[in-house]
């Protein structure tokens, strides 16, 4: 009797493990994107995304580029260094959004131009997301944290 639970017992762990093995290869074969926090203008250019889809676009808000519209629309482009993606969004700015600074931006791409449903600009002077920071390195882009200017 002993042996049959036991034996019972180690089939419901195999079906759970393999339930959960399965799970996690769907998830990831329907979504490989959904794990990454944002995609820089540059892998934007490379590979453009379906107008459907709804991704998050990070980088530099380009200086000279931002041009408010009527009420509280805005178009600005967002530049990693390499490739530029312009962006319009209609609603209430971060406090702390201006040009040169970094931010993250969710939206979708429609005819070439990025269209945001929100924008998180960075928390302070001297704060830039760590994600952002690494894409422009990748990009060639020097970086300090502690300065205002971005350099090549």
């Known amino acids: 009797m002993k042996s049959l639970k036991k034996q019972r017992r180690i089939q419901i762990i195999a079906i759970a493990a393999v339930a959960m093995a399965a799970s996690f290869a769907a998830f990831y074969l329907a979504a490989p994107d959904a794990l ?3 995609r820089s203008p540059t892998e934007v250019a490379e590979k453009t995304p379906p107008e459907a889809e709804v991704f998050r676009l990070g980088g530099l808000v380009e200086e000279g580029s931002l041009v408010r ?3 509280t ?5 967002v530049t990693d260094g390499n490739a530029t993606v312009p962006v319009t969004y209609t609603g209430v700015l971060p406090d702390l959004f201006a040009e040169k600074q970094g931010l993250v931006a969710t939206g ?10 929100e924008i998180l600009a960075k928390h302070d002077e001297t704060y830039m997301p760590r994600e952002v920071i690494d894409a422009l390195k990748e990009q060639g882009v020097y970086v300090d944290p502690n300065a205002d200017a971005v350099t090549n």
């Open 73 to 77: 629309s805005i178009t600005f482009r």
């Open 69 to 71: 519209g009527e009420g």
């Open 108 to 117: 979708r791409l429609i005819d070439g131009t990025f269209e945001a449903t």
């Open 36 to 38: 990454q926090f944002f």
